[in-house]
């Protein structure tokens, strides 16, 4: 046996000479004394070691966390089973579907990547019964328990009749199903009026991610109305008048290393009272993106797991997590094991106004990039194409994050190299940002958070 390729030590933590042993694809953390540390870091032994062997239970608990391994083949087949269940497992529990009822937006953010790459273009009745058709048909051939539906934009509430449409049908089919159902709200708030939540709670609706760009100042300057106007005072307005009825969480974008906006944000929710009542927090970098074809230059924010990688975002998400920590609010770091959904075979999809299929949000109002469309069963080509990428397997064999980085934002490796198979590392930025999420997670299991 020996220490897999894929196990990070953080050492001295939480105390001296006590050390965290985290493994990236099992996701396993086990905290242990200085001399197991040092037996296992050298450790090359047949596993049916005596029992006379020092530590022997230990050593048989790290096998089985997946800490240590037989030898670098076992690892090496473990972490290929791994990303083969990972692509093509169907993960029953839920059918995760994003649906855009409009490109419309009553909004005209400065950073908006939508603005020169769509056609303003809404959804109809009958493209969303197509869609609603293909997710029941691939509800029942796949089996999924239950159906969670994100209505996204340009602004989802510029369409309401057709948002309800969808969810008034999906949710009384998913009843008479037994199938479980609920949405969230992508929006910036504006429109979510307090009628406007109690008449979808009873559709469905269990959360609603709203976009706020910083205090007043810095939101309406970066968030105006289309055609002038600021935003600011009507959407707390409306957050004030929800946020005993909803979840709500709140979306903010950053540049560079600055996030003083975020802290004045934090302050003005806390002097409202809401503070503690709001669900989480994402911050989002912005982003260079395609961009449409005359502006090559425009910027988006790209989600998942392709964003930090400089000098400049370590330092911003190392400022923001410091901040989330002094706030004690919850603040998600980072560990998760993903493969880029873009990969999966049977992973959530993104369906756009016109019906198109893709599978991740950041290639929407690129149909060269969808993988289907509602009106046919059959994904195409493209998509065979996604599933088809291995980047992991260009990746060193030792690096330590390949199971939660798999070669990195496979729409990254587009922007940077125009192909989608070659492999973007996060290394660097993993290497500085890793030992603190590790610390996190072990503070949040063993509620030792200060
Ligand atoms: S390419 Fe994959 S990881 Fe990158 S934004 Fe799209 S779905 Fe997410
Ligand atoms: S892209 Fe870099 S950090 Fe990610 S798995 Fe490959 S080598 Fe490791």
Known sequence: MQLSHYTIIVKNYPEKEKHLL???RTQGMVKINEELRKLVENYYAPRNF???????????QLYKMGILVNNEEDDRKKLGSFFHQLKHDVRKSCLQATILTTYACNFQCVYCFEEGSRKDVSMDISTADQAMQWLKKNIERLGYESLSITFYGGEP???KPVLEHIATHLKNWCEKKNIGFKFTLQTNGYLMTPECIDKYLKLGLCRARVSVDGPADVHDLNRPLRGGGKTFDRIMENILASIDKVTICISTSYQQDDIGHIEKLLDYFDKLGILNKLDDFVFSPIQPSLGPNSQPKQIRMVECMGNYEDEVLVSANTKIQELMRKR???FKGGMTVTACPLTMENGSVVIDQEG???KCNS?????????GDVRQDEFNDRNKEFVNIDAWKKCPEDCVYLPMCSGGCRFMSYLYN?????????KNYLDKMTPAFIKREYEALTGTAQ
Do not use: H, Q
Not at 50 to 60: A, F, G, H, P, T
């Open 418 to 426: 125009k192909n989608f198979t070659t492999p973007v590392c996060k």
């Open 157 to 159: 509430l510029l369409n």
């Open 363 to 371: 290639m929407l109002g690129y149909p060269e990039f969808a993988v």
């Open 22 to 24: 985290f493994n990236t």
């Open 328 to 330: 004690k609010l919850p």
């Open 50 to 60: 005596s029992l006379k062997v020092k530590y022997c239970n230990e050593l048989e």
């Open 356 to 358: 198109r299929i893709y």
